[in-house]
């Protein structure tokens, strides 16, 4: 077991880029991939490295990320190991709520100093990658820093939306930008100067991006927390801890995604099912754990399905079903066509009578899909047809959401048969 390493998993804020699949969740708690969750991600990274004591820190909706937790995470009493969830409290010290990445983990380490740790490992819950933090944290520890940043090489336009590092020919951080504009990367040019010796860097990705993976020695941590009063690493402490203390970075080459906003977390998803997708959840050497469900194999019934996943539990008749993922116990009934669509599933088998007055539980008849994410115990009526021919980019309408182009059905949502989007 790790003893010397601690994890501290962000819950993230409010989460409105994703609404509303967080409009009754939190971030960290959105399935995803058919049969998990986004916390899974970190949380089976540590369990991968042996890292077995985890606080995740979250402050809006964590009710069903809390239930989630605690069903799935039962770690050994005698290890000393746990996954625990520290929500955002009001105190006569701290009036506040969390303000930023860096206020939460100050406000929380009240409650993780107790521990004794060398090292602290800090994530984000809404990130999709495979990474063995076991290297990352030998690599934190042969090159004796203080603190060490995950990075990756990224084109411009991702760029904008993440903080980017400057490098020396040597390989030292010499500069850190948090979204940084497009004009000011035309200026930069790129991350790592031409002839290197540490690493290289393709044309069509020429900056290096911080993925919000963080290690941290314990006293600069705690160091850190009570001299700086930034509330955010990328934006302040960061930046600010270059000239006093010894950053580096750790360079990652595999797939990495963040998926907090609605076109991210589709696009996310409708890969896994492509053929040669550059992430997968099966894998017999680095498996990301969830809740162990007691679900039957999943039922097809004279069906279609092409470069899709479908997951436990589902029963499906006489539909077509192409580039989508089919969440748990999903009902989809007969003429149905699903494609390029995201379905969360059901919590619950519904009695097949259902309840009057309403659609029943699942996907009805004759429904056509295309471009839409379905949360769960969504009730999509007899021959509804949810395309956006019209190509709306943002719209709020009876039961459903357009974001970025992608209908979204809320969890409990209710379409009516025939209705037309």
Request: some cysteine; proline content about 5%.
């Amino acid at each position: 077991m790790q003893n010397d390493t601690l994890a501290i998993i962000l819950g993230g804020g409010q989460g409105s880029r994703l609404f509303p699949l967080t409009a009754t969740r939190s971030k960290p708690a959105v399935p995803i991939g058919g049969k998990y969750r986004l916390i899974d991600v970190p949380i089976s990274g540590c369990l991968r490295a042996d890292i077995r004591r985890i606080f995740v820190l979250t402050q809006f909706n964590s009710a069903s990320l809390n239930r989630h937790i605690s069903h799935t995470y039962q770690l050994d009493m005698f290890s000393g190991g746990f996954v625990e969830i520290l929500a955002a409290e009001q105190t006569p010290d701290n009036p506040h709520w969390f303000q930023g990445t860096a206020d939460a983990v100050r406000q929380a380490a009240r409650h993780f100093v107790e521990h004794e740790a060398e090292y602290y490992l800090i994530l984000s819950g809404d990130h999709l990658y495979r990474m063995d933090y076991q290297e990352l944290i030998d690599a934190h520890r042969d090159v004796r820093a203080d603190i060490t940043i995950a990075a990756q090489p990224v084109d411009p336009e991702t760029a904008t939306q993440m903080g980017i590092f400057r490098f020396d020919r040597d390989g030292r951080i010499t500069a850190f930008e948090e979204k940084p504009k497009p004009d000011r990367l035309r200026e930069i040019g790129r991350s790592i100067p031409h002839g290197s010796v540490f690493a290289r860097h393709t044309d069509d990705q020429p900056f290096t991006a911080s993925m919000g993976v963080y290690v941290f020695s314990r006293d600069v941590l705690l160091d850190i927390l009570e001299r700086e009063r930034g509330i955010d690493f990328g934006r302040e402490v960061i930046p600010n801890a270059l000239d006093h203390y010894k950053v580096r970075s750790y360079l990652y080459r595999g797939y990495w995604a963040d998926v907090g906003d609605i076109e991210s977390f589709y696009e996310a998803n409708v890969m896994l099912g492509r053929p040669g997708a550059p992430f997968r959840f099966w894998d017999p050497h680095q498996p990301i754990y969830t809740h162990l469900r007691h679900l039957p194999g999943s039922r097809l019934t004279d069906c279609h399905v092409r470069d899709s996943i479908v997951a436990d539990g589902c029963f499906l008749d006489r539909c077509e079903i192409t580039d989508s993922v089919v969440g748990i116990r999903s009902h989809i009934h007969s003429g149905s066509k699903i494609q390029r669509s995201v379905l969360l599933g059901a919590d619950v088998y519904e009695d097949s009578r259902g309840d009057a007055g309403q659609p029943s539980l699942g996907i009805g008849r004759d429904v056509v899909l295309d471009r839409a994410i379905i949360d769960k115990n969504a009730r999509i009526g007899d021959g509804a047809r949810l395309v956006n021919a019209a190509g709306i980019e943002h719209a709020d309408g009876e039961g459903y959401y357009i974001r970025g182009g992608i209908i979204v059905v809320p969890k409990g949502g209710i379409i009516k048969p025939g209705t037309v989007v």
